[in-house]
């Protein structure tokens, strides 16, 4: 367990876990946004490279999204891989979009805690804002120590939508990334 010293400093860094978890998600899901975030930032460095370097970073991009995504079924890494698509090809759009979730907050039109903090991770990703802190550092450690049905009903969140996956086999067919247009 770490200190509540190396919690605040990894609370700091958008690749670790801990990041997330003082934005509000749960521990699954902060991990999985952890390692969306080392995945986009291989991907954006694939951008700027040629040859092995550059297949050495997008293979290491569907690495992790092969950990997050199960064959044939939707997973939260790509919903949040199309909301990163979204605001960086439509950026005005999708803050449109994002101010009328927050405004209307109805969640019989589908948007769960989950789908918000998707949206705020990909709005800070993509450079249009940053993600600002909404529990504290006390309130994230004893989430972790909670079941997951306590923090559903804490947070709001859906466990069943992001869960780590065993990578499937070499024979599956991978993934293939957004491809986004510079």
């Known amino acids: 367990m770490s200190t509540e010293s190396e919690f605040e400093t990894h609370a700091t860094d958008p690749t670790r876990a801990e990041y997330y978890l003082v934005r509000g998600a749960f521990e ?16 954006q460095a694939a951008q700027e490279t040629a040859g092995a370097e550059r297949q050495a970073l997008l293979n290491q991009h569907e690495e992790l999204a092969r950990k997050w995504c199960p064959p044939g079924a939707p ?14 090809r439509y950026p005005r759009q999708m803050r449109e979009h994002g101010d009328w979730i927050a405004a209307s907050q109805d969640r019989t039109r589908g948007e769960l805690p989950i789908d918000r903090r998707t949206q ?24 972790p120590g909670a079941t997951p049905q306590d923090r559903d009903q804490y947070l709001g969140s859906d466990t069943a939508r992001v869960t780590p996956q065993t990578p499937p086999s070499t024979s599956a067919p991978a993934r293939r990334p957004i491809q986004r247009g510079r």
């Open 75 to 88: 997973a939260e890494w790509g919903r949040l891989d199309h909301a990163v698509a979204g605001w960086e």
């Open 120 to 143: 705020q991770h990909a709005r800070e990703l993509t450079g249009h804002s940053t993600w600002e802190r909404v529990i504290t550092p006390e309130q994230a450690r004893d989430i």
């Open 28 to 43: 699954p899901e902060a991990d999985m946004r952890a390692d969306f975030t080392v995945g986009y930032r291989h991907w």
